[in-house]
């Protein structure tokens, strides 16, 4: 079964920039990915994705701020992250779905920390 790593959170002012990685434990060229966000007490919420042809989608609250993009040699998605906001605080998880038998499994990473100082 595939892992999946986020790295890249930390601490940024407002308005700096982040870029997150998802490295995966072998190939996921054929998988579309996506990154989630969750502060506590809320629900996940999903941030935006990238299918295996390379088309992507954003929540509105990102659109114009964050563009995530896949290096399937390096078997990693990235989150780039402009114009960093308070409210973009959260953990971040990026999330496949891979197929066992006739179930699918959700594949989630454990996530990294981002923090926006204002």
């Known amino acids: 079964q595939v892992q999946l790593v986020e790295s890249g959170g930390g601490l940024v002012q407002a308005g700096g920039s982040l870029r997150l990685s998802c490295a995966a434990s072998?190939?996921?060229?054929?998988?579309?990915m996506a990154w989630h966000r969750q502060a506590p007490g809320n629900q996940r919420e999903l941030v935006a994705y990238?299918?295996?042809?390379?088309?992507?989608d954003y929540a509105d609250s990102v659109k114009g701020r964050f563009t995530t993009t896949r290096d399937n040699a390096k078997n990693t998605i990235y989150l780039q992250m402009n114009g960093l906001k308070s409210e973009d605080i959260d953990v971040y998880f990026c999330?496949?779905?891979?197929?066992?038998?006739?179930?699918?499994?959700?594949?989630w990473g454990q996530g990294t920390l981002v923090t926006v100082s204002s």
């Open positions: 999330l496949t779905v891979v197929v066992r038998g006739s179930k699918n499994l959700e594949v």
């Open positions: 990238i299918t295996n042809e390379g088309y992507t």
């Open positions: 072998r190939s996921v060229s054929h998988l579309t």
